[in-house]
């Protein structure tokens, strides 16, 4: 299996010495200058990058409400203009000049129309799939927590769905498993239901734990190392044919050698 990190959790020195990949997480890079992108900084990633022989996923842009977050890179799938193509197509870019055959999506904002809503998302990732296949990436559209129900794609069904009505073979899945666990009240039976649901359309995975339960905290979703919370990480032995990365998405490299060990550890036979 092959464990990744997102770019956050450490230094690519760091990361190399502890992970395989490295998930390069597009708003957090200080790659842009309100909207322009830094070609120069981008380089200067490739070459790290390079030296480091480091495989490689993307996170692209997407809409949050944590006011850390770059308000110039917000991005909702349900409602797009040029300028949020934009930002998608760099990533895919991005994703095609290191190699990468993933590129992680959020899903919409549930707007004042839910059916409206989820209508304009489709149609916007039926544009973005005939983009990323001009790319050679696919996206994997990433599953988000209950306990925000501001988002599409919550549940698995939805999210299964969405990916049946668009019908291409570059939009796929993301298993947030930290995300499910929410979903699923932090009840393994129902999480192992969630991932058998999704099971044929996932490619990518996040790694990072939790409750189970909404805290004021990220609505709970508070991205601890595996093993600080209730995720019981052995429901990942659902998908024995799972060949993509293990991207840890926590925020030091103590948790991600935290998460390394605890991941392995439930995978074992």
């Known amino acids: 299996m092959i464990f990744g990190a997102s770019s956050f959790a450490g230094s690519l020195q760091e990361l190399k010495e502890n992970v395989g990949s490295i998930e390069l997480y597009v708003p957090k890079l200080g790659i842009y200058n309100s909207l322009v992108l830094d070609k120069k900084k981008l380089e200067c990633i490739f ?6 022989s480091f ?13 850390r977050y770059p308000a110039d890179l917000q991005v909702d799938t349900s409602n797009m203009g040029k300028r949020e193509f934009t ?72 999210l299964s769905r969405t990916i049946e009505i668009v019908s291409s073979d570059y939009l796929k ?18 999480l192992r239901t969630f991932i058998r649901t999704l099971q044929k359309y996932i490619i990518h995975i996040h790694l990072h734990d939790n409750n189970g339960q909404w805290t004021e905290k990220y609505d709970g979703d508070e991205h601890m190392a595996p093993g600080k919370g209730c995720v019981d990480f052995s429901v990942l032995k659902l998908l024995p044919d799972y060949r993509g990365i293990y991207n840890l998405e926590v925020f030091s490299m103590e948790d991600v050698q935290l998460g390394k060990k605890i991941v392995e550890k439930a995978l074992s036979p």
């Open 87 to 158: 930002l998608l197509e760099e990533s895919m870019e991005i994703a095609n000049r290191i190699g990468s055959h993933v590129v992680v999506l959020h899903p919409g904002r549930v707007g004042s129309d839910r059916e409206k809503s989820f209508a304009s998302m489709v149609n916007n990732l039926k544009s973005l799939a005939s983009l990323a296949e001009d790319y050679g990436v696919t996206l994997a559209l990433e599953n988000k927590e209950g306990t925000d129900p501001s988002n599409f794609c919550c549940k698995a069904e939805e």
């Open 47 to 52: 070459d790290e990058m390079s030296a480091y």
């Open 173 to 190: 899945a993301t298993l947030d498993i930290g995300h499910a666990n929410l979903t699923c009240g932090g009840d393994p039976e129902k």
């Open 55 to 67: 495989a490689g996923t993307v996170h692209a842009p997407y809409s949050a409400a944590d006011p």
